[in-house]
């Protein structure tokens, strides 16, 4: 094997009594991809903290290139040269690229000599990796996938030799991930070291030479990507066997449940996010609305919630019109039977300074099941709440625990409990799983699919497209506030990167 | 990973955290004290002497955390509806104009037991009314509230000192006062129930509305954490986009929350109007409802912690001024700076000791800071 890029030995790390790293041994071999996964919270973004100097082991030693190095800031990782691609890009959105690229690396209080040679170096970096972008575009006005290459020339700009990439493909179309994978792939040919953090096992498997698992704060396996399998890294990061695709039956799909004809939202500049959409979710079967995050998924649930006023259009709950151009109260269409779990759990469908039980009413609280007279009762809230602990698995068990103390699939289960508890005749699902670690991906999907076979009309919007595939009964793609195209389960995923990417015709594509 | 530090033990969290911010305030304005050349032991004794000591300085002590307890609760129903209402000034100032027409026209028929829930009517209603406009303006024109109900302030003094010398103020008198209530709008005085513990009270203007205080206190207590008016205020106060969600209309909460802030603003003006001085002058609320903001942070936004922190401001009032009496070199505007920096340790400077604390507790105690709960359970 080549000389290790980075060797991380003993690394531990507590954050007062959580041990967040413990005992982590890792090599990084120079001049390879190496995938680190692990379910949320099993302390990937710790231990590249600790290597990029945002946190400091409690213990253990890291040596870059074989001698040992200190980190304590940032700046010495770069010095270093460790460069990070962080998962929210770190840009100034109204400065040109080239800008962006300088920003820290200034050399005089006058800029002109800085930005003159950072335009040549800049120039050199994209022709030698294939890193094209308009040095002199305004940040804001490019798509993310290009943002995230501006990300990854300002790590090479200040001489990165190793890029720590995390959860990079978040934001992007399959194709914009695809073209992503090239560029590591260019860079790894340059003799560069990339580490790749993410939760996606499928890309674990397209592009890591070499791949870590990481569980509860331990390094439980390194594997060479060959010689592993999906099943195999799933059941390391989870600590059992787990299902990645749900067993479901034939959908026995009835009458429409919901009937959207015509919508048209704008967002609040203005902008028309979902742009004359027309579609029906039946009882009895759950349709996906696959597409890349900003494509007006969010303006469309949020619309048919109630939440955000629409501009035009009419829908129908169960035959009768809701009002969605006047004054549509989410809580008159919960009356009628319209459930809704948000995409933006932490801010929408939960209070996070609340304890569960208050969550756990939360839209229902006008219910006189939970009310005396104007007081709430307790009692009832509190029977209630831990009712649905118990049938939803909710861990810890305790409805007086702070709901920010929950992890993300809990938080999301006492959200979907609230909701699938008061028997709808309509779910609309808005990223079921985001941030849900891998155990609870299995359990909500069961759910879902459990309520469809109950007669109800589920709606489901992802940017997930595995989840859409394994969920859906119909799947619609939506691209700039359009739906473009319907296809069946059976749909390949290039058919519908395609689609998401706003490709018209499908057929001269395939 | 979010955050590193879980939380403390809730007798830390309350107690002890408190106690330590105080403690440094009075270190520091001990050394103010020094710099104007008294001993700070010696004025610390006074302070605390002249607030507890003596039957009568308990007596002015609470009549003043009376006053505190209005506005502080006042800020705090406000607050946890996530609005910073800092117009409790204005509206205990105008709440007198409810007070004075209700005084001025039952003083001299009703007895005070009658003219007393009239008043009180008349001062929420008073003080709602004078909220319901800036939080009408934040609810539908999105004006923030902060600087609407700052305006409100100017506007309510405004308008009380053209009524006080003018339409109120009797003719022929020279001051910028109502004429004297009568007996039918004095409230009866407490101060017995001092002397029930044998302390001596020469005279105290401490009052019946000390008992309305309380009662209001656990009202809010009430109102917050078991209605559903307060858990939909308290939704809306977290997190506006939930409070959508959940199908609460921005207006009408914004609208509720600020005219029942604005009615306890209106009822502190009962107990210097009607329980001391028995007419509406300039200026009588002096600044209180500013300190009713330093009350609720102190207090934690809890009634608990707002009686305690109006008792503790009372203790600095009443102390203050019989410091400023005792130590001709400590004067009024001294009083002001130690008030001041308790307000900044206390309230502005809250969490400056508490990441050190919490991570003495996480080293000491692991389990004392409920962190193995987490530990493994993912983030």
């Not at chain 1, 791949?211 to 600590?239: C, P």
């Not at chain 1, 028997?423 to 609870?440: E, F, K, S």
Request: aromatic share 6%; net charge negative.
């Amino acid at each position: 094997m080549a000389q290790a890029a980075i060797e991380l030995i003993g690394i531990n790390k507590s954050f007062g009594a959580v041990r967040a790293n413990r005992d982590i041994n890792l090599e990084i071999a120079r001049g390879t991809i190496h995938g680190i996964v692990g379910e949320n919270g099993a302390g990937k973004s710790t231990l590249m903290s600790i290597l990029y100097g945002f946190y400091q082991a409690d213990s253990g030693e890291i040596r870059v290139g074989g001698k040992p190095a200190s980190i304590k800031t940032p700046n010495d990782a770069i010095a270093l040269g460790i460069g990070m691609v962080h998962q929210h890009f770190m840009l100034v959105d109204n400065f040109s690229v080239l800008e962006n690229i300088i920003l820290g690396a200034e050399n005089d209080a006058l800029l002109k000599s800085s930005i003159a040679k950072a335009r040549s170096e800049l120039e050199r970096l994209e022709r030698e990796y294939g890193l094209e972008v308009d040095p002199d575009a305004i940040i804001e006005e490019l798509p993310v996938g290009l943002q995230q290459r501006v990300e990854i020339l300002k790590a090479l700009y200040r001489g990165a030799e190793i890029l720590i990439l995390d959860e990079p493909t978040g934001v992007l179309t399959p194709a914009e991930a695809d073209h992503l994978f090239r560029i590591l792939r260019q860079l790894k040919e340059q003799g560069k070291t990339v580490v790749l953090i993410t939760h996606k096992l499928r890309e674990i498997m397209a592009i890591t030479d070499t791949v870590s698992v990481m569980r509860q704060g331990t390094m439980v396996a390194t594997r060479e990507t060959g010689k592993t399998t999906v099943e195999e890294l799933a059941e390391l990061m989870v600590g059992r066997r787990v299902l990645l695709r749900v067993e479901k039956g034939e959908a026995a799909a009835g009458g429409v449940k919901l009937a959207i004809k015509n919508l048209t939202v704008r967002d609040s500049r203005g902008v028309t996010m979902v742009d004359d959409i027309s579609f029906d979710v039946r009882a009895g079967e759950i349709v996906g609305i696959a597409g890349v995050a900003g494509n007006g998924q969010s303006e469309l649930l949020e619309a048919v919630s109630g939440i955000r006023r629409a501009v035009s259009g009419s829908v129908m709950l169960d035959g009768k019109p809701i009002d969605l151009t006047g004054n549509a109260d989410p809580g008159e269409l919960r009356d009628r039977g319209l459930a809704h779990v948000p995409e933006d759990r932490h801010h929408v469908g939960l209070v996070l300074a609340f304890e569960e039980n208050e969550n756990s009413i939360l839209g229902y609280h006008d219910d006189p099941r939970y009310l005396r007279g104007p007081f709430l009762n307790i009692d009832a809230i509190m029977a209630d709440a831990s009712d649905k602990i118990e049938k939803y698995d909710i861990r810890p068990g305790n409805p007086r625990l702070k709901t920010a103390n929950f992890s993300g699939g809990n938080q999301q289960k006492i959200v979907l409990a609230r909701e699938i508890e008061q028997d709808p005749g309509v779910l609309i699902v808005g990223q079921p799983t985001r941030g849900v670690d891998v155990g609870a991906i299995e359990f909500i999907h069961k759910r879902l699919i459990a309520m469809r076979d109950q007669g109800k009309a589920v709606l489901v919007v992802s940017v997930e497209l595995d989840e859409i595939r394994s969920l859906s009964d119909r799947i619609l793609v939506m691209f700039a506030g359009r739906i473009v195209g319907e296809r069946g389960p059976d749909a390949t995923e290039g058919e519908l990167g395609l689609l998401m990417a706003g490709v018209e015709h499908q057929e001269a594509a395939l | 990973m979010s955050t590193p530090y879980a939380k403390l033990p809730a007798w830390a969290d309350y107690g002890l955290i408190p106690l330590i911010n105080l403690s440094v305030a009075f270190i520091v304005a001990g050394f103010v004290v020094m710099l104007v050349g008294e001993n700070p032991l010696r004025a610390a004794v006074i302070l605390v002497e002249g607030a507890f000591g003596k039957g009568t300085g308990i007596a002015f002590t609470l009549f003043y955390a009376t006053t505190f307890i209005f506005t502080g609760l006042s800020v705090a129903v406000a607050a946890h509806c996530g609005l910073f209402n800092i117009g409790t000034e204005g509206q205990a100032y105008i709440a007198g104009l409810g007070i004075a027409i209700v005084c001025l026209s039952f003083d001299s028929t009703l007895p005070w037991w009658l003219t007393f829930p009239l008043a009180i009517v008349a001062s929420a209603l008073v003080g709602a009314l004078w909220a319901l406009i800036p939080a009408y303006l934040q609810a539908k024109r999105g004006s923030h509230i902060v600087i609407t109900t700052i305006m409100f302030n100017f506007i309510a003094a405004s308008i009380m000192v053209y009524l006080l010398v003018g339409p109120l103020k009797p003719a022929g008198s020279q001051a910028p006062q109502t004429r004297n209530f009568l007996a039918g709008a004095e409230l009866p005085k407490l101060n017995w129930i001092i002397e029930l513990f044998g302390a001596k009270i020469r005279s105290a203007p401490l009052n019946i509305s000390f008992l309305l205080a309380l009662a209001m206190a656990f009202l809010v207590w009430l109102l917050i954490w078991r209605t559903k008016l307060g858990y939909e205020m308290r939704t809306y106060g977290h997190s506006p986009k939930a409070a959508r969600y959940a199908g609460i209309s921005e207006t009408r909460i914004i609208i509720t929350a600020m005219m029942i802030s604005g009615a306890l603003a209106g009822m502190m003006a009962l107990n210097p109007v009607m329980g001391d001085q028995h007419n509406v002058a300039i200026d009588f609320v002096s600044g209180a409802g500013f300190v009713g903001i330093a009350v609720a942070l102190m207090g934690r936004l809890h009634p608990v912690g707002i009686v305690l922190a109006a008792m503790l401001f009372g203790m600095l009032y009443q102390g203050g001024a019989e410091l400023a009496f005792e130590m001709p070199a400590i004067s009024r505007d001294m009083i002001v700076i130690i008030q001041g920096l308790v307000i900044l340790f206390a309230g502005a400077l809250e969490h400056m000791f508490r990441p050190y604390i919490q991570a003495l507790f996480a080293s000491f105690s692991p389990k004392s800071v409920g962190m193995q709960a987490v530990n493994g359970k993912g983030a």
